[in-house]
């Protein structure tokens, strides 16, 4: 068991490649300790679903809009959250590079060095 103010990413490392986006991106995180973190992903976009306020045609229902904000997620102590994530931030890196570096953090206790990074490596 750690100490009561040690905390870690696990893993604090990830690669991902064109074939784990082909059904989108979802992040599952779980704070399993006993204070409140937040998990901040610098370059990548949570994609939030609202219903559309106007309607596509006449006589029709109104739609689905998909809002896109920085990933910050405060997580409390012993809560899991689940968020969907855009895929759009990957496209460049499938045409044009070998790949992309996010670096993961919490704002929360930057005192305490909680980082790690997602990578993904785009295919040719």
């Not at 986006?21 to 204070?35: A, M, R, S, V």
């Not at 973190?37 to 610098?42: E, G, L, P, Q, Y």
């Not at 106007?54 to 968020?83: C, D, Q, S, W």
Request: glycine share 10%; charged share 25%; proline share 8%.
């Amino acid at each position: 068991m750690m100490p009561p103010r040690w905390a870690i990413w696990q893993p604090n490392q990830v690669m991902m490649d064109d074939e784990a986006l082909k059904d989108g991106l979802t992040f599952i995180l779980e704070n399993p300790t006993k204070e409140e973190h937040a998990f901040t992903v610098r370059g990548m976009f949570e994609m939030i679903a609202g219903k559309s306020a106007e309607t596509v045609g006449p006589g029709e229902e109104p739609g689905m809009v998909y809002h896109l904000k920085p990933i910050r997620v405060t997580m409390p102590a012993g809560e899991t959250k689940r968020i969907t994530v855009s895929t759009a931030q990957f496209e460049g890196a499938r045409v044009s590079g070998p790949g992309q570096l996010f670096r993961v953090w919490c704002p929360l206790h930057k005192d305490r060095h909680l980082r790690g990074h997602i990578y993904f490596v785009g295919l040719r």
